[in-house]
Nanobody, 118 residues
Framework: QVQLVESGGGLVQPGGSLRLSCAAS????????MGWFRQAPGKQRELVAS???????SYADAVKARFTISRDNAKNAVYLQMNSLKPEDTAVYFCAARSRWSIVYDYWGQGTQVTVSS
């Protein structure tokens, strides 16, 4: 089992920045990748960014060049640096992890609210 706890959400003005953190505990050795998803009201949950154990990253087109995902293996943590935030980035952001034997993300955090508004 893996436990994920997010932090760092909040209210920010358009053009501002936020950094989300995700602390992982438990069977970390079993993980193949970690990612950040988001879900806005009335919309489906979408993958924003992901990072593998070898630090290969990928991003949704909507956040490329604005968001950066990174990891600190010593702290079992994953981060999402969000710059140039837009109102359409408003959503609940979830940290997720995928096991080595899974093709889907099978561990989820509780989510943290990000609101971009003036």
């Amino acid at each position: 089992q893996v436990q994920l706890v997010e932090s760092g959400g909040g209210l920010v003005q358009p053009g501002g920045s936020l950094r989300l953190s995700c602390a992982a505990s438990g069977s970390i050795f079993s993980l193949a990748a970690m990612g950040w998803f988001r879900q806005a009201p009335g919309k489906q949950r979408e993958l924003v960014a992901s990072i593998t154990t070898s630090s290969t990253t990928s991003y949704a087109d909507a956040v490329k060049a604005r968001f950066t995902i990174s990891r600190d293996n010593a702290k079992n943590a994953v981060y999402l640096q969000m710059n140039s935030l837009k109102p359409e980035d408003t959503a609940v952001y979830f940290c997720a992890a995928r096991s080595r034997w899974s093709i889907v993300y099978d561990y989820w955090g509780q989510g943290t609210q990000v609101t971009v508004s003036s």
